[in-house]
């Protein structure tokens, strides 16, 4: 399994450059910071350790990439950047970009159909650098990106009902149960951004209950927050709305409006918040060089120098789990004892071994926990 998992960490170190390369060309504050951030984060590991996922670190490169080739041909300008009096204004880049992004958008919807977002990021990246969109300048040329986008989400729809499994039981929870798994999601990922503690392969699957009050909470502030930093764009500026958009749209498909087969065993992975990570950390790296530009650059650095190795540990011990599928799936028990998955999985692995009895109790007890399984 080496060059499997050589390959997998070649790429998201790949993801993480052209992250730090796309923020750049940009002009975000603190660019490094959260490159450096996104690849030692621990959230990440199961992206980059788990070979399943080699689609989640292709995409985000291709989807990356196209972002970059779509720039040099859009040549996006912040409003205070604007060439002074008596020069030309820039030229955008031949078509050739725009076609080399057209390609890689398409490439990235091959890896994993989570890059649909890439239309509907370029007009809020051209909102942001702009203050405004024009239809035929900035609309117009995306056309093409989201008629692949819906055509991708679409054919993944019905591969994830008919050909994966994402019907039945499992799958049915009203719509105001949607809400609240959606509104829980959205804070349970920025926590796990912010304070990433209990990591765990496989999550406790929520109950959403509409009678209980305070689970409305989620998707109330969730919605609160939204709806405060669109009103005070003009006093924060548009950078703050802007990573909040980009991290719930990318989140969208796994928020819980839309079925997914892994949401049979919990409404949260990890690796469904790799790319929608880019927008919190975009931020948080920006509001500590602004800080740094405030007062001294050593609030930068200091803050680098105490978060970085600290990341940098936990995501070692964090790959540690991913050693084989026994300790995977002993770990998993271990952080989460309901997890009858991972005793049937378990099981699955001993009895290959020859460990027959162990097996047995395993498979028993994932029965105990959900019959019918």
């Not at 305070?214 to 927050?225: D, F």
């Not at 011990?317 to 991913?322: K, N, T, V």
């Given at each position: 399994?080496?060059?499997y998992?050589?390959?997998?960490?070649?790429l998201?170190v790949?993801a993480?450059l052209?992250?730090?390369?796309l923020?750049?060309?940009?002009?975000?504050?603190?660019?490094?910071?959260?490159?450096?951030?996104?690849?030692?984060?621990?959230?990440?590991?199961?992206?980059?350790?788990?070979?399943?996922e080699?689609?989640?670190?292709?995409?985000?490169?291709?989807?990356?990439?196209?972002l970059?080739?779509?720039?040099r041909?859009?040549?996006?300008v912040?409003?205070?950047?604007?060439?002074a009096?008596?020069?030309i204004?820039p030229?955008?880049e031949?078509?050739?970009?725009?076609?080399?992004?057209?390609f890689?958008?398409?490439?990235?919807?091959?890896?994993?159909?989570?890059?649909?977002?890439?239309?509907a990021?370029?007009?809020?990246?051209?909102?942001?650098?702009?203050?405004?969109?024009?239809?035929?300048?900035?609309?117009l040329?995306?056309l093409?990106?989201?008629?692949l986008?819906?055509g991708f989400?679409?054919?993944?729809?019905?591969?994830?009902k008919y050909?994966?499994?994402?019907?039945?039981?499992?799958?049915?929870?009203t719509?105001?149960?949607?809400?609240l798994?959606?509104?829980?999601?959205?804070?349970f990922?920025?926590?796990?951004?912010?304070?990433p503690?209990n990591l765990?392969?496989?999550?406790?699957?929520?109950?959403?209950?509409?009678?209980?009050w305070?689970?409305?909470?989620?998707?109330?502030?969730?919605?609160?927050?939204l709806?405060?930093l669109?009103?005070?764009?003009?006093?924060?500026g548009?950078?703050p709305v802007?990573?909040a958009f980009?991290y719930?749209?990318?989140l969208l498909?796994?928020?819980g409006?839309m079925?997914a087969?892994?949401?049979?065993?919990?409404f949260v992975?990890?690796h469904?918040?790799?790319?929608?990570?880019?927008?919190?950390?975009?931020?948080?790296?920006a509001?500590?060089?602004?800080?740094?530009?405030?007062?001294?650059?050593?609030?930068?650095?200091?803050?680098?120098?105490?978060?970085?190795?600290?990341?940098?540990?936990?995501?070692w011990?964090?790959?540690?789990?991913?050693?084989?599928m026994?300790?995977?799936?002993?770990?998993t028990?271990?952080?989460n004892?309901?997890?009858f998955?991972?005793y049937?999985?378990?099981?699955?692995?001993?009895?290959?071994?020859?460990?027959?009895?162990?097996?047995?109790?395993?498979y028993?007890k994932?029965?105990?926990?959900?019959?019918?399984?």
């Open positions: 399994t080496t060059p998992h050589v390959e997998n960490v070649l998201h790949l993480a052209l992250f730090w390369r923020l750049l060309r940009l002009h975000a504050p603190g660019a490094w910071l959260a490159s450096a951030i996104f690849a030692l984060h621990p959230v990440m590991v199961e992206s980059a350790a788990w070979i399943t080699r689609k989640n670190v292709l995409s985000l490169a291709l989807y990356l990439a196209a970059l080739a779509y720039e041909f859009a040549s996006w912040t409003n205070d950047q604007k060439p009096t008596g020069t204004a030229v955008p031949p078509v050739r970009f725009y076609n080399l992004a057209l890689l958008f398409l490439a990235a919807l091959l890896a994993k159909t989570t890059a649909f977002s890439l239309p990021t370029i007009l809020l990246l051209t909102w942001w650098k702009r203050g405004r969109l024009r239809w035929r300048a900035d609309v040329p995306t093409r990106f989201f008629a986008a819906l989400c679409a054919l993944t729809a019905w591969l994830e050909h994966v499994g994402a019907q039945g039981s499992d799958f049915a929870p719509f105001p149960q949607r809400c798994i959606a509104g829980h999601a959205f804070w990922y920025l926590g796990k951004l912010f304070w503690a765990c392969f496989l999550y406790p699957r929520w109950q959403p209950n509409t009678d209980v305070w689970q409305w909470l989620y998707p109330v502030t969730a919605v609160g927050t709806f405060t669109w009103l005070g764009r003009r006093r924060l548009r950078g802007t990573a980009f719930v749209g990318t498909p796994v928020l409006f079925n087969y892994g949401m049979r065993y919990s992975w990890d469904w918040v790799y790319l929608s990570s880019l927008g919190p950390l975009a931020l948080v790296a509001l500590v060089a602004g800080a740094g530009r405030l007062r001294t650059s050593g609030v930068l650095y200091g803050f680098a120098a105490v978060v970085l190795p600290v990341l940098m540990l936990l995501t011990r964090q790959a540690g789990m991913y050693t084989n026994e300790t995977l799936w002993r770990t028990i271990t952080r004892p309901d997890a998955l991972a049937n999985n378990l099981g699955s692995a001993l009895e290959i071994d020859g460990k027959i009895d162990e097996a047995i109790n395993l028993r994932a029965i105990q926990i959900n019959p019918p399984y």
